[in-house]
C-alpha cells in the first residue's frame, strides 16, 4: 500500500509540474507577444515623418509657375493619401495683399495630366473633412480656391498652381498627408517633397514651410538654383543661400553654422546681417553627407563648384521654415528656385561613401 500511495503522489507531482511547464509556456507566450507588440509600436514611435510642405509665393501663368513635387515609395502596393490645396481667394481673411482671385491646381505623372480642379466645392464635403483630419484651416464657401484628395502609389507625380482666369497675384501653395495622420506605419511614405517658385529681396524672399511629426527625422534639405539651368529653367538663380527656422515657445530661431564644423540654433532677433544656414553645399560642414545622400536618395547630383545651398542633419518634431534667397536678385519675385526635403532616415548603403 505504501508503494502504491508513494506511486500515486510521485504521478500527481508529475502532473502538477506538467501543468505549471504548460502554463509557465503559455504565459512565456504571451510575454513574447506583449513584447513583440511593445517592441513594434516603440519602433513605430521612434520613425519621423515628413507630415506637410506648404509655399507662400506669387502665382503666375509665365514661366516661373509654382510646382510642388512629390516622391512616394515604401510598403508594396499600399498608398500615401495627399491632400493638395491650391489657396488664392481664401487667403484675404488672412489679410493678404494681392491675393490670388481663382486657382487652378492640375496634378501630373511625367507629363500625363492625372487631374485638374479650379473650385473646390465640387468635392466639399471631403475635402473639408481631410482639411480637419490633418489640422489645415478651411476654405471660404464661394471662392474659387482650387483642392485635391488622391490617393498615390510609389512614383513621382507634380501639381502645379497658375491663375484661373489668367491674373497673377499671391498664392498658398500645400501639400499634407492624410496616411501619415490616419495610417502613419501602414501606409507608403513619402520619401520626398520639394517646391519650385520665385524668389526675390525683402517681403518676396522664397518661403517654404513643413513639419515633422511623430519623432526626429534626418532630413536632406537642399535650395537650388543655379544647378535648375541643366534642366533648361529659364530665369534660375544663379547663387542661393538658405536659412532655416523653427518656432519654438514662442520665439523664431534660426539655423547657422558654429564655427567648429556644425550648427547651433540662434535667435533670429539676434541674427547678424548676412548670417544664413548655408551658402556654398561644398564647404558646407554636412557636404560629404549632402554628396552621399543625395546619391543614396536619387537626387541629381550637384556640381562642387555649383553656387547651390544644402545641408544635412536630425530635425526634431516640429514646425519649420526655409527661406531660398538669392544673392544676385534685383526685382520681387525675379528668380527661379527649388526647395527640396528629403526623408534621409534610411541608412546610407555600403556602396554609397560618406
Known amino acids: ?73 515604401g510598403l508594396g502596393a499600399s498608398t500615401q493619401q495627399l491632400l493638395i490645396r491650391a489657396m488664392g481667394p481664401s487667403l484675404a481673411q488672412f489679410g493678404v495683399p494681392g491675393a490670388i482671385q481663382n486657382s487652378l491646381l492640375t496634378l501630373y505623372q511625367g ?34 480656391d482650387a483642392a485635391m484628395l488622391k490617393s498615390f502609389t510609389n512614383g513621382t507625380y507634380t501639381a502645379q498652381f497658375t491663375p484661373g482666369a489668367g491674373v497673377d497675384g499671391i498664392g498658398l501653395l500645400e501639400v499634407y498627408s492624410v496616411s501619415n495622420v490616419t495610417s502613419p506605419h501602414t501606409s507608403a511614405g513619402l520619401a520626398n517633397l520639394s517646391m519650385r517658385g520665385p524668389t526675390g529681396p525683402g517681403a518676396a524672399v522664397f518661403t517654404m514651410g513643413f513639419v515633422i511629426g511623430n519623432a526626429p527625422l534626418p532630413v536632406l534639405i537642399r535650395g537650388i538654383g543655379p544647378s535648375l ?50 551658402d556654398d553645399w561644398a564647404n558646407g560642414p554636412t557636404s560629404n553627407l549632402v554628396k552621399a545622400y543625395g546619391a543614396a536618395l536619387g537626387a541629381f547630383a550637384l556640381d562642387p563648384a555649383s553656387k547651390d545651398a544644402a545641408i544635412e542633419l536630425t530635425l526634431p518634431p516640429g514646425a519649420y521654415t526655409l527661406q531660398i534667397r538669392s544673392k544676385n536678385a534685383s526685382a520681387d519675385y525675379a528668380d527661379a528656385v527649388l526647395g527640396e526635403i528629403y526623408d534621409a532616415s534610411a541608412p546610407l548603403p555600403p556602396s554609397v561613401g560618406q
Open 1 to 73: 500500500m505504501e508503494l502504491l500511495s508513494n506511486f500515486r503522489s510521485a504521478s500527481r507531482r508529475q502532473e502538477q509540474t506538467k501543468k505549471r511547464k504548460a502554463k509557465m509556456k503559455a504565459l512565456l507566450r504571451i510575454l513574447l507577444g506583449i513584447a513583440g507588440f511593445v517592441l513594434a509600436n516603440a519602433a513605430y514611435a521612434d520613425v519621423g515623418l515628413l507630415m506637410n510642405a506648404s509655399l507662400r509665393c506669387k502665382v503666375t501663368s509665365g514661366t516661373n509657375v509654382p510646382i510642388v513635387g512629390i516622391s512616394v515609395s
Open 111 to 144: 507629363q500625363t495630366v492625372l487631374d485638374a480642379n479650379a473650385d473646390w466645392s465640387t468635392d466639399a464635403n471631403s475635402l473639408a473633412a481631410a482639411a480637419s483630419t490633418v489640422g489645415a484651416f478651411g476654405f471660404t464657401k464661394g471662392l474659387d
Open 229 to 278: 539651368t541643366q534642366f533648361g529653367v529659364p530665369g534660375a538663380a544663379s547663387d542661393t543661400t538658405i536659412t532655416l527656422f523653427e518656432e519654438y515657445q514662442g520665439n523664431t530661431y534660426a539655423l547657422v553654422p558654429d564655427g567648429k564644423g556644425w550648427f547651433v540654433w540662434k535667435l533670429n532677433s539676434t541674427l547678424e546681417p548676412g548670417e544664413v544656414t548655408d
